[in-house]
């Protein structure tokens, strides 16, 4: 494993455990952890504004040892442009004094994920807005001691977002992101994992799926699925279970991914992602994540 978190044989198995259900992240992935029959290697959590993280319970998750991925949006009462000017520094220096205080760990950080959704003219949201949101805020952390972010970059992973012209304008830059990554549910769109991870769109011919732009635009990079899951089809018991055998059979056809992590819900906004939902999908997504892909090295301790 190299300084930046990257496996050097096969790849972290994650999870984000039970969301939405108010639980706590200890007790949530304890539980996802019975489940799926395996230990997690990275936990994925979500904060927001002056939330100071690691909380506690997720410096207990860390001792497990997990890895734990931090999803963090800065400032929903500031524009993208706002805090990339500076208003909402006292906010992040504050953060930086917890986390240098509190966690030594190295842990991965999301800079507000999926920023697809918000771009927009003339209101300080515009692509260059984001990267110079997501510069700022990365370069002010590590300004103040917090130099154990491992810091992702995380692209909505719908095709519908490619076409825009401001897409290919939206990434920060090398020096400020050490690993790519999309988001990608199944639905009724998608039949299998090869599916997830190369949706294309008729309006962009050229475009080749997620993976394998990510492959071209950053050859050097590891990528992540950071959010991942397959939604619950009523009319179609067996299609968890035949879509997870689908991951198991074609994974190894994407070796660039270094990491799966799991959205686990049963109330995720187009519905249920739970893995256990039936018992065939039960046993299939237990078997993958038995895979020899996921025996990465052991997490080290926080």
Not at 69 to 86: E, F, H, S, V, Y
Not at 275 to 297: E, I, M
Request: overall charge positive; glycine content about 8%.
């Amino acid at each position: 494993m190299t300084d930046k978190l990257i496996p050097t044989c096969g790849a972290w198995w994650g999870i984000a455990p039970d969301v939405f259900s108010g639980r706590g992240p200890l007790r949530a992935t304890e539980m996802a952890e019975r489940r799926m029959g395996r230990h997690a290697d990275i936990v994925h959590v979500y904060h927001r504004g002056d939330e100071l993280f690691p909380t506690r319970q997720e410096r207990a998750v860390a001792k497990g040892p997990r890895l734990l991925l931090i999803n963090w949006r800065p400032a929903p009462d500031r524009t993208w442009a706002q805090i990339a000017r500076g208003e909402a520094d006292a906010r992040i220096d504050r953060l930086a004094g917890h986390i240098v205080r509190t966690f030594p760990g190295r842990f991965f950080l999301t800079i507000q994920h999926e920023p697809e959704t918000d771009v927009r003219r003339g209101a300080g949201y515009s692509a260059a807005d984001y990267v110079a949101m997501y510069r700022h805020v990365v370069t002010r952390l590590r300004n103040r001691g917090v130099r154990n972010a491992v810091t992702v970059m995380t692209y909505r992973g719908g095709p519908v977002w490619v076409s825009k012209p401001w897409f290919d304008r939206l990434y920060p830059g090398d020096d400020v992101v050490d690993w790519v990554a999309f988001d990608s549910y199944a639905d009724g769109r998608v039949s299998d994992f090869a599916g997830l991870v190369s949706q294309t769109r008729s309006d962009r011919p050229n475009w080749p799926g997620f993976y394998r732009w990510m492959q071209g635009r950053f050859p050097a990079k590891p990528i992540m699925l950071a959010e991942w899951g397959a939604f619950e089809r009523p009319g179609l018991p067996r299609y968890k279970r035949d879509f997870f055998a689908s991951v198991e059979r074609q994974i190894g056809d994407y070796p660039q991914i270094k990491a799966l992590v799991y959205f686990d819900s049963p109330v995720a906004s187009r519905g249920d992602t739970r893995f256990d939902t039936t018992p065939g999908a039960s046993r299939a997504f237990s078997r993958l994540a038995r895979n020899p892909k996921f025996t990465a090295p052991s997490v080290p301790p926080a």
